[in-house]
């Protein structure tokens, strides 16, 4: 099945700091997401971007499709970012489950 | 976006008894919800598919007859442990695609956290 690889696993930022998380997936894909798991477990959507680049306020995420890599970029970081970000990826269009990867944990401190 | 509800938020419960934890789509109808499981810093793992109106699919190394998967209704879902063993000891979240969008996003449910003594 399709491999899903995020990196870094871990992450510690200052407040204030920028940063990168990249996703890299083995097979071309239909259907590519980014979450943020709160502390509470709750998956919040961040972007569906199967291809191209979206923006939405600090956060902004782009998807080289061709050359299978997604990027989440979350720029001047608040405590409030503190979580576990997930690629997850879905082969086909329509209904089908998503795959995830092993996420990047990312702790922002003041 | 959509919104995907679960019940119960956590729930304990004794070794051996069953727990049924429910999804629903708030505001849209779903003919295939999805069951992930997680574990303790660990990824989302895909359970089964949940067919409205059909049998359930399962992932490979999932035990259909421990998870038994009723999709009733086009808005409800539900997921039921039986005899429940302290390795079942998860969090479990739903996810559903709203129909019709043009965005195929998926949304996730809040999770029921297991715990079995």
């Known amino acids: 099945g399709i491999q899903v690889e995020q990196s870094p696993p871990d992450l510690i930022l200052q407040e204030g700091a920028n940063s990168t998380l990249r996703c890299n997936f083995s097979?071309?894909?239909?259907?590519l997401q980014w979450f943020h798991q709160n502390p509470w477990g709750q998956l919040i959507n961040l972007f569906y971007?199967?291809?191209g680049t979206k923006q939405n306020g600090r956060l902004s995420a782009t998807t080289v499709a061709t050359e299978r890599y997604s990027l989440l970029y979350i720029s001047s970081s608040q405590t409030t970012d503190s979580g576990v970000y997930f690629c997850?990826?879905?082969?086909?269009?329509?209904?089908?489950?998503?795959?995830f990867g092993k996420g990047t944990r990312l702790s922002v401190i003041a | 976006g959509a919104v995907v509800s679960q019940h119960p938020s956590r729930v304990i419960c004794k070794s051996g008894t069953s727990v049924k934890i429910e999804c629903r789509s708030l505001d849209f109808q779903a003919t295939t919800m999805f069951w992930y499981r997680q574990f303790p810093k660990q990824s989302l793992m895909l359970m089964a598919t949940?067919?409205?109106?059909?049998?359930?699919?399962?992932e490979q190394g999932v035990e259909k007859d421990k998870f038994l998967i009723n999709h009733a209704s086009l808005t409800l879902s539900t997921l039921t442990v039986t005899s429940a063993h302290p390795e079942d000891s998860s969090f479990y979240i739903c996810?559903?695609?709203?129909?019709?969008?043009?965005?195929?996003?998926?949304?996730f449910g809040p999770g029921t956290r297991l715990l079995v003594l």
């Open positions: 949940s067919n409205e109106g059909s049998k359930a699919t399962y």
């Open positions: 097979d071309s894909v239909n259907n």
């Open positions: 996810s559903a695609q709203s129909p019709g969008t043009r965005q195929e996003t998926q949304y």
């Open positions: 971007i199967p291809s």
């Open positions: 997850a990826v879905a082969l086909y269009s329509g209904n089908t489950p998503l795959v």
